[in-house]
């Protein structure tokens, strides 16, 4: 990829640009609008036009994520203009009132599916000013994306060098850094380049903040003393730093919520392209961010004859049923036996009641209450912040719009509309199962945030929330690998009481995680004890312990990543007990019902080398109703690798560890972390060829120290 303007970079960029005559319009002439493949080169001073820009690279990953609509606009009749946007595909529609004072100029970034023909309307004072259709773009895999948002001038604006399929790099000014954090999704890495974030609007930095937060990775490149902006960002967030290497460059690491940020002093992506060594590894560490949009899928299922809906539903039921019952037999019985005009009669009265009873039936419907199921987690890492993520799952009894207040802490809340479905989709050469995404998401932040959520009858709308935890102090814990199993010390540095613990075994089972019951760990107090070899599964469960509905269990296939450790996996151990969350969930005709539990990641004492398998890993889904069954598939070995000397065809699926079934790449992970260079492992292998399982034992190597293998 070479720099905007060149021909490659006009290839790679892509950006679809629609202009928009606002001026001309707003005087009532003929709007005129000229359409450009690519557009002109990024950084072009503004003009009087309202400027759409659609996707990175010319296309979106729209098929996972919500894709990235931006909307320029730029007064030019010299008044304060009232405008209302609306862009809208036929997966949802997403619309903003927004003030443009006199002369002035405003970017809004959207974030929603536009894998079909997106429709951009301006509005003002009700009148349409312009409306336009884009044609739809092809949607990509982002998982190996990295996004640099680059601040210096636009002849000086990073040019990645050569191209290779291992690496998608899309460059854009760092005045284009999105809204939403929504629009981070689809991509493994956000780096800055010459980019002083006190120069972004507020909303722009805590939108990057929050994609770090729900797990994110963020890149500060060449933040040295001549560049003390970025140095100070990453200064800002506290807690605790370290210096390792990353991607085999000399880094500083700090931890922040689920994700982590990143300090090279260098700045590996010079002018000339990085090594194609560099980009495999950049790639390997896009990839290794396993990123999931929404960040939390423990959403409220509606099951037949359940939720705030039955009620209302069983009177237009009732209805209907009596409708049928009565008109049908009343005709028939009048057309033998009555004469004509008493017939009529009775059929208006008949018909004319029901036409009276069918205003109250309706009314009931729209006046039914909701109910609004909030489930938190709190991930407390090590280092940095704690962070809360919830999802509040709004059903309808009926009623088309419900209003949701969150109170309480500094929050962002992100409303999701429209979840549609999809069969699969095919990426990256096989088949994926994808039940569900989101058609328009929409951040609100603030400590208290009132939110207008419309749905359909019956329908539900989520609202994903996310808030740091000043108030928890991580628990010291470590595990240590001994013969016979191993050894866990916890220890509670306070201030309050961390109710009804358990050590859990995540990956293991989606219904029933097996664990081992701690109880109350009063502050100060430090225990030391022997986990078995494999936890066993206990009764009463988990959930019952901890008073979860059984369909919360999305947290426990997203453990919270070491930020430190990206060529280790992380320990499969992590302790879950009872909390409070600090958002409040409100609104009138709404039944609030809140669960909330508290996950401490348990690290791996000391560094920890672990054994490498060599083999190049993939998750796969069957598409089940609550995201279907994991399954994971070698699809290709290192030349010389322990996996290669099995001398099996490629690819294979992975069944067992150990005798220990696979449910998860990173349940994988844990099973192989606890195992040391030189030590045999058994796995059990499904080889298509033979249609067959096989079981054949392995020999972990050392590992070479490149992220991205297993």
């Not at 001026?23 to 003929?30: I, T």
């Not at 950084?43 to 400027?51: E, K, N, W, Y």
């Not at 017939?343 to 109250?360: N, R």
């Not at 509670?492 to 293991?508: F, I, T």
Request: with cysteine.
């Amino acid at each position: 990829m070479t720099a905007p303007g060149s021909r490659a970079g006009a290839r790679a960029a892509g950006l679809l640009l629609v202009a928009l005559l606002v001026g001309d319009a707003a005087r009532g002439q003929p709007v005129d609008a000229s359409v450009a493949a690519s557009g002109p080169a990024l950084g072009t001073p503004a003009d009087p036009l309202a400027r759409v820009e659609v996707g990175w690279d010319g296309a979106v990953p729209a098929r996972r994520f919500p894709a990235q609509v931006w909307v320029d606009l730029r007064d030019g009749t010299g008044q304060d203009r009232a405008l209302r946007l609306v862009v809208r595909s036929e997966q949802g529609t997403a619309e903003r009132a927004l003030e443009l004072p006199a002369g002035g100029q405003r970017a809004e970034c959207f974030s929603l599916a536009v894998d079909s023909e997106v429709v951009v309307e301006v509005h003002e004072r009700g009148r349409l000013l312009v409306s336009r259709t884009l044609p739809a773009l092809p949607g990509i895999d982002g998982r190996k994306h990295v996004l640099v948002l680059d601040g210096r001038p636009p002849e000086r604006l990073l040019a990645p060098g050569r191209e290779d399929a291992l690496l998608h790099v899309t460059v854009a000014p760092a005045a284009r850094a999105p809204t939403e954090s929504s629009c981070y999704a689809g991509v493994g890495l956000v780096a800055l380049r010459e980019v002083d974030p006190a120069g972004w609007a507020l909303r722009q930095r805590e939108a990057l903040l929050e994609h770090v937060r729900e797990g994110g990775t963020l890149v500060l490149l060449g933040a040295d003393a001549r560049r003390p902006a970025l140095a100070a960002l990453f200064d800002g967030l506290g807690g605790a730093a370290v210096e390792r290497k990353w991607c085999g460059l000399p880094a500083r690491l700090r931890a922040h919520g689920r994700g982590r940020v990143v300090r090279l002093e260098a700045d590996p992506l010079d002018d000339g392209g990085p090594p194609l060594e560099l980009q495999g590894r950049l790639a390997d560490a896009a990839a290794a961010v396993e990123r999931a949009w929404p960040p939390s899928s423990d959403e409220a299922r509606r099951e037949p004859f359940e939720g705030p809906g039955v009620v209302t539903q069983g009177a237009v039921v009732g209805y209907l049923v009596l409708y049928v019952l009565a008109v049908g037999p009343a005709l028939a019985l009048g057309l033998r036996r009555s004469p004509r005009r008493r017939l009529a009669l009775a059929v208006v009265a008949l018909i004319g009641g029901f036409t009276l009873l069918a205003p109250a039936v309706a009314g009931l419907v729209r006046a039914a209450p909701g109910e609004a199921q909030a489930r938190f987690r709190v991930v407390v890492p090590a280092d940095g912040p704690a962070v809360e993520l919830g999802t509040i799952t709004v059903l309808s009894g009926g009623a088309v719009r419900h209003e949701v207040t969150l109170e309480g802490g500094a929050h962002a809340v992100t409303l999701v509309r429209g979840r549609t479905s999809e069969d699969g989709l095919w990426t990256g050469g096989r088949w994926e199962s994808n039940p569900a995404r989101p058609a328009t998401a929409a951040t609100e932040r603030g400590r208290r945030t009132t939110t207008a959520v419309a749905m359909p009858p019956w329908g539900r709308e989520v609202l994903h929330v996310h808030a740091l935890r000043d108030d928890l102090r991580a628990l010291e814990l470590e595990v240590r690998r001994q013969a016979g199993g191993d050894v866990l010390t916890v220890r509670n540095p306070g201030p309050g009481v961390v109710r009804a613990a358990s050590v859990v075994e995540l990956g293991r089972s989606s219904v029933f995680p097996p664990h081992f019951l701690l109880g109350d760990l009063p502050p100060g107090e430090r225990r030391t004890l022997r986990l078995p070899a494999s936890l066993p599964v206990r009764r009463p469960t988990l959930a019952e312990r901890l008073g979860l509905p059984p369909d919360m269990r999305a947290w426990q296939h997203a453990p919270a990543p070491d930020p430190f450790r990206q060529d280790a996996a992380p320990s499969p151990y992590a302790i879950v007990s009872r909390v409070e969350p600090t958002v409040a969930v409100s609104g009138p005709g709404l039944t609030i019902v809140v669960h909330a539990l508290r996950l401490d990641p348990v690290p791996w004492a000391g560094q920890r080398s672990r054994g490498f398998l060599g083999a190049r890993l993939d998750e796969v889904t069957d598409g089940g109703p609550d995201g279907g069954d994991r399954r994971v598939r070698a699809t290709g070995a290192a030349q010389g690798g322990p996996f290669a000397a099995l001398g099996l065809g490629l690819p294979v699926t992975i069944v067992a560890v150990d005798d220990v079934p696979v449910t998860s790449l990173a349940h994988l992970r844990s099973l192989l972390a606890r195992h040391l260079p030189g030590e045999p492992v058994t796995l059990t292998l499904f080889e298509p060829r033979m249609g067959q399982e096989v079981i054949r034992e392995v020999v972990l190597a050392e590992e070479p120290g490149l992220p991205g293998g297993d």
